[in-house]
């Protein structure tokens, strides 16, 4: 059984999530409009991630007996200046979410739910692996700079991303 402060905190990160999602569709389609189809492919790819780590946090709400509120989700930014200020938008957005999931992990060691604690463990795992994703693309676009073949080479490597539903952590596709 959840306690109350426990239940609004993960509806929030719920929220979080789906948040996540629509910020990156939203940098998929800015990479769309200046033709980096690579790029808008890892943005892509990186949306139906956080589609999953919603979905992990609405079922086990469900799994729990607790209520899934659903609320707004903000409107996104819609225009950066260039793919690296696109991709340390990412790592910074990364970093707050990293942030978010600590605090969760603080909620339920105060409530004394180890059971939360537990599954909470799979999200501090997986933001070192999100953060460094985003840190490594952000230094690839530092080394190459203005170099528009370096650009092109990279979108091409970019492209090639799959989304992988078993390294989410998802056994049965995105809910
Ligand atoms: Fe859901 Fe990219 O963290």
């Known amino acids: ?14 929220n979080a999530e789906l948040y996540s999602a629509y910020l990156y569709l939203s940098m ?4 769309a409009s200046i033709n980096l189809p690579g790029f808008a492919n890892w943005m892509r790819v990186q949306r139906l991630e956080e589609l999953t780590h919603a979905m992990k946090f ?5 799994e729990s007996g607790a209520r899934v509120e659903l609320k707004q989700i903000d409107a ?9 200020e696109v991709a340390e938008a990412v790592l910074a957005h990364e ?8 605090k969760l992990v603080d909620i339920a060691i105060e409530e004394r739910d180890h059971a939360t604690n537990a599954f909470l463990q799979w999200y501090v795992n997986e933001q070192v ?16 700079g203005d170099s528009p073949g370096g650009i092109f080479m990279l979108d091409r490597e970019m492209g090639q991303r799959v989304f992988n539903p ?5 056994h049965g596709g995105v809910g």
């Open 58 to 62: 609405y079922d086990y709400l469900v």
């Open 1 to 14: 059984m959840l306690s109350d402060r426990m239940s609004t905190a993960l509806n929030d990160q719920l």
């Open 95 to 102: 970093r707050k979410v990293t942030g978010l999931i600590h």
């Open 129 to 144: 692996e999100e953060e460094a994703s985003a840190d490594s693309v952000v230094q690839s676009l530092k080394r190459i």
């Open 28 to 31: 998929a389609a800015y990479f």
């Open 76 to 84: 996104p930014p819609t225009e950066w200046s260039s793919p690296l």
């Open 166 to 170: 078993m390294v989410s952590g998802i």
